[in-house]
């Protein structure tokens, strides 16, 4: 069975900074892409930033010059380093990944998510 987890939540002061793991398990042959969304109390849930195997990378606005994401497909590990975090960052931040299985079949999976919290 192929899943994400994600994991490096917690509390953190304003301008501080948080690194998210998500690891992947099971029979993967490769993970194609990764995205981390954010979900705050009462909104929506929202992309934060994407990654491919290519290395190519997006990000929200807000992340944006404060958030790197990267990915390392041999570890089957991803990661958010979060950086000069602000309230509004608030969250549970939620792993998906888009995995290429060895049974043939491609698996876009979430993680349970892991809470941010951001306050002084």
């Known amino acids: 069975q192929v899943q994400v987890v994600e994991s490096g939540g917690g509390f953190v002061q304003p301008g501080g900074s948080l690194t998210l793991s998500c690891a992947a398990s099971g029979s993967i042959t490769t993970i194609a892409a990764m995205a981390w969304y954010r979900q705050a109390p009462g909104k929506q849930r929202e992309l934060v930033a994407t990654i491919n195997n290519g290395g190519g990378t997006d990000f929200a606005e807000s992340a944006k010059g404060r958030f790197t994401i990267s990915l390392d497909n041999p570890a089957k590990m991803g990661s958010l380093h979060l950086s000069s975090l602000k309230p509004e960052d608030t969250g549970v931040y939620y792993c998906?990944?888009?995995?290429?299985?060895?049974?043939?079949?491609?698996?876009?999976?979430w993680g349970q998510g892991t809470q941010v919290t951001v306050s002084s």
């Open positions: 998906n990944g888009k995995i290429y299985g060895t049974d043939l079949d491609w698996h876009h999976l």
